[in-house]
């Protein structure tokens, strides 16, 4: 008997994530979900060069900053409680300093670039379609940085704009690089802030609009996050205390899902052996200085240095 309905998803043939892959994670905090994941076990990542961005116009206008290779200066950051901001970056970049933020900036566009033209996979989760433009620029923004609500037009994406974006977004990452593989798939995050039913307006039009543009024959694809969460895990135990977040449990479930789908047979034992050394590096003994811990240490260092030296990328 079963107690749960399962959403078929096929195994990639071509394409596949190993250790030689290189990876750019852009987009909502499922993003950062995934990344920490790819980064723990090793893997070649970069996650939101920029920040945590919800919505696709963010990441749109941040691709084309990259491929312009544009230069952020004073008149595109602000100051406001006691930091300065830009409203194209998350608040983790935002700084006390003017120039050390612009310096991170210019930093990120040209190291993003790189990585841009390099990556062998583009993961873009796409978190809602509810947007702030700012009434003085008329700018749409990627965050709002806690000012004034009254400073601000909240709008709902339609369908079609949102499916232009994405259109735009895969021209432009063609445009550098042809043959990276592009993933999207729509954040379970539940944004309730926004109400309950517009949280569904918005995620229906996120997945009306990704469906018209993926196609697997031009390397485009999509991977169903958002429907495990829904319909595999549907139930509170898999969130956290929030009931808004997919807690540990739904995280690695999803995060189970996706390398079973998306990574090469070889990698997995690498991904072993690296999950032991990592539980070893945090170990903390009782007795650092007996000899059954010296003992393991050499084991470690044993399996560390046959692992890099199989996949030289990798570092501890």
């Known amino acids: 008997m079963k107690f749960q309905t399962e959403i078929p998803i096929q195994k990639q043939s071509k394409n596949l994530i190993d250790y030689q892959s290189k990876i750019l994670l852009l987009g909502s905090c499922f993003s950062e979900n995934i990344g920490n994941k790819l980064s723990y076990f090793k893997f070649q990542s970069n996650q939101n060069p920029f920040g945590i961005l919800f919505h696709?116009?963010?990441?749109?206008?941040?691709?084309?900053?990259?491929?312009?290779?544009e230069?952020?200066?004073?008149?595109?950051?602000?100051?406001?409680?006691?930091?300065?901001?830009?409203?194209?970056?998350?608040?983790?970049?935002?700084?006390?300093?003017k120039d050390?933020?612009?310096?991170?900036?210019?930093?990120?566009?040209?190291?993003?670039?790189?990585?841009?033209?390099?990556?062998?996979?583009?993961?873009?989760?796409?978190?809602?379609?509810?947007?702030?433009?700012?009434?003085?620029?008329?700018?749409?923004?990627?965050?709002?940085?806690?000012?004034?609500?009254?400073?601000?037009?909240?709008?709902?994406?339609?369908?079609?704009?949102?499916?232009?974006?994405l259109d735009a977004i895969n021209t432009l990452i063609r445009a550098i690089n042809p043959k990276a593989s592009i993933i999207y798939t729509v954040s379970p995050v539940r944004h309730i802030k926004d109400g309950f039913i517009e949280n569904k307006q918005s995620k229906s039009h996120i997945l009306a609009s990704i469906h018209s543009v993926v196609e697997p024959r031009k390397n485009i694809h999509y991977f169903p996050s958002y429907e495990i969460m829904m319909d595999e895990l549907r139930d509170y135990r898999f969130y956290n205390e929030d009931m808004i977040h997919p807690n540990s449990t739904a995280i690695n479930y999803i995060w189970e899902k996706f390398i079973q789908t998306w990574f090469s047979e070889e990698s997995f034992q690498t991904m072993k052996e690296v999950d032991t050394i990592q539980k070893g590096l945090t170990h903390r003994p009782f007795n650092p200085n007996s000899e059954a811990h010296q003992t393991f240490l050499k084991k470690l260092n044993k399996k560390i240095a046959k692992t890099r030296s199989n996949h030289p990328n990798i570092t501890f």
């Open 100 to 165: 050390e933020l612009l310096n991170s900036l210019n930093s990120v566009i040209q190291q993003t670039y790189k990585s841009l033209k390099n990556v062998s996979h583009i993961i873009i989760t796409l978190g809602t379609s509810w947007i702030y433009r700012e009434i003085a620029s008329d700018t749409i923004v990627a965050n709002c940085h806690k000012i004034p609500q009254k400073n601000f037009l909240k709008e709902l994406l339609s369908v079609q704009e949102i499916t232009e974006t």
């Open 56 to 69: 696709p116009k963010a990441i749109e206008r941040l691709i084309t900053k990259v491929i312009n290779q």
């Open 71 to 97: 230069t952020y200066t004073e008149k595109d950051i602000f100051f406001h409680n006691e930091r300065w901001h830009c409203f194209d970056a998350h608040s983790s970049l935002s700084s006390s300093d």
